[in-house]
């Protein structure tokens, strides 16, 4: 029978440890707040927003893992040199983070773009492990279709690259704010999130199950459309397409409600399960694909700094480096928080 340890057993049972490593200790302790003294053995998960998809060099030192797209200086990298800087050091044993990957494979194998496959993310978490990090959910509830929904230019060779099709082909992507708004589109969302929230759920508690008492942090997505969305109207500075394409100017709010839709219920998914959340939807909303020179993420048919085949790829709406160092921020921050307790 599959071992199942709940939020409020995991506590009792890291009291427990505490308490008894407390009465074996033979000097003082240290001070409550104070940053742990030994590495911290972490492991980081995640799809490509937590990969950095679109940010150069990609980590091809594991050839099996090349198509992951997997930045070597993503955002778990850059926490952890801010980390450091504040002497708290955390020991990575890995970052499995890989772009395409769905909430099941944190307990599946992906299947790769080209060939071959990587293992089921959870394999990464041992039981020494004492800090998991990262976030997906976006994948699974279908957001690449829900941009082909509204987007003509990516539903043709411009979004070749981009995994997904729209949710209903034979409906024009000029009318897709009225696609999400009837039945059809409204039904196929509410099936979407319920089957995010189920897996969000099912990832959170297998991922503790090589080490209980693990802290987890679940790290949400950073805002992509502005609360002003007339500000979408204007292309960022050098380039020449706005930041959402071709994708009507009344869709995007839509894309925006539906975003943040999917930060409740992470939101919601963590707070059951006694998980920590980092909110980045509600600390990105001035640094959003909108803002120009301050946007944190790269309009969809922006270049990247990723190249295949000599062809730049589209950043399809994936933190660039000022969006990636924001989500470092956050994440470092919430770690410490987390530490510190």
Request: aromatic content about 6%; some cysteine.
């Amino acid at each position: 029978m599959r071992k199942t340890t709940t939020p409020t057993a995991r506590r009792l049972a890291a009291a427990a440890v505490a308490l008894g490593s407390f009465l074996a200790l033979a000097g003082p302790t240290a001070p409550a707040g104070a940053a742990p003294a030994d590495p911290v053995k972490t492991v980081f998960f995640g799809d490509s927003y937590t990969a950095n998809f679109g940010i150069a060099p990609v980590n091809n030192q594991d050839n099996e893992r090349r198509w992951c797209f997997q930045a070597t200086e993503n955002y778990p990298a850059v926490a952890t040199k801010r980390l450091a800087d504040k002497a708290i050091t955390l020991d990575v044993q890995a970052d499995v983070s890989c772009g395409g990957a769905l909430v099941e494979h944190a307990w599946k194998e992906q299947e790769l773009f080209g060939s071959g496959k990587v293992p089921a993310q959870q394999d990464a978490v041992k039981g020494d492990t004492q800090l998991i990090v990262g976030g997906m959910g976006g994948n699974t509830l279908g957001f690449a279709d829900v941009i082909k929904q509204c987007s003509a230019k990516l539903r043709g060779d411009e979004g070749a690259l981009l995994p997904g099709s729209p949710v209903d082909p034979d409906s024009p992507a000029a009318e897709c704010k009225t696609f999400f708004e009837s039945e059809g589109g409204k039904g196929w969302l509410d099936y979407q999130f319920k089957h995010v929230g189920e897996h969000l759920g099912e990832m959170l508690l297998l991922m503790s199950y090589p080490s209980p008492d693990a802290n987890r942090v679940l790290v949400g997505y950073p805002r992509l459309v502005p609360q002003d969305t007339t500000k979408c109207s204007t292309a960022a500075p050098g380039q020449t397409e706005l930041p959402f394409a071709d994708i009507p100017q009344d869709a995007l709010p839509v894309l925006d409600q539906i975003q943040k839709r999917l930060n409740d219920v992470m939101k919601k998914a963590a707070a059951d399960d006694g998980a920590d959340f980092v909110d980045l939807y509600a600390q990105t909303g001035t640094n959003t694909a909108c803002d120009g020179a301050d946007r944190g993420i790269g309009g969809l048919l922006e270049n990247s700094k990723v190249e295949l085949l000599g062809r730049a790829i589209p950043w399809y709406g994936h933190p660039n480096e000022k969006g990636r160092d924001l989500q470092a921020q956050h994440v470092a921050t919430k770690i410490e928080e987390v530490l510190n307790r």
